[in-house]
């Protein structure tokens, strides 16, 4: 994203495709300002934003690796199990920042302010990285290993989870 963003002064950082380019910080700042945004909503936003700026909005492949690098986590509501209905708010790995003109997307965009229970979020996000440190392990990926133990300190100080079980069995993998 960022990594191969050019910052032209004459216009907004693209990747240089002429797509925006937005770190992952960025994409937490857009689902932060709300509270939290669906997929559709936050693809909405970054479409908006796009227009403003002149340029394509980023691929979805993006927010993707938000939710895969624990920028972006999902917040499953109203119990429906239905990922589509789940909101993307800022996760563990995220130090959500605002970009350059999202300051009206709040008057663009038709999405109320939303209340995020942490508890019930973090649940759903330590249920998630027993999942990921499962598939690491046995896959014997080290790299993802290693990046799991990363945010397992991230995820411990950002919501009510104790992930030391977790972190011994990614220890372990790591030392082989």
Known sequence: MTDDATDDADGPPTDGEGRLALSLDDLAGIADLFGGLTRAELGEALEELAFRKGVEPPPEAAVDGAVREYALVAYPRDGTGDDSESLLVPGPAAFPTLPDGV?????????????????????????????????????????????????????????????????????????G
């Open 103 to 175: 300051a009206d997307l709040p008057h663009i965009l038709d999405v109320e302010s939303r209340a995020i229970d942490r508890d019930e979020l973090g649940r759903a996000v330590e249920e998630r990285f027993r999942g990921d440190v499962a598939r690491a392990v046995a896959d014997e990926d080290a790299e993802l290993v290693e990046r799991l133990l990363d945010v397992s300190y991230d995820l411990e100080t950002w919501g009510p989870v104790d992930l030391g079980d977790l972190r011994e069995r990614l220890d372990d993998a790591r030392e």
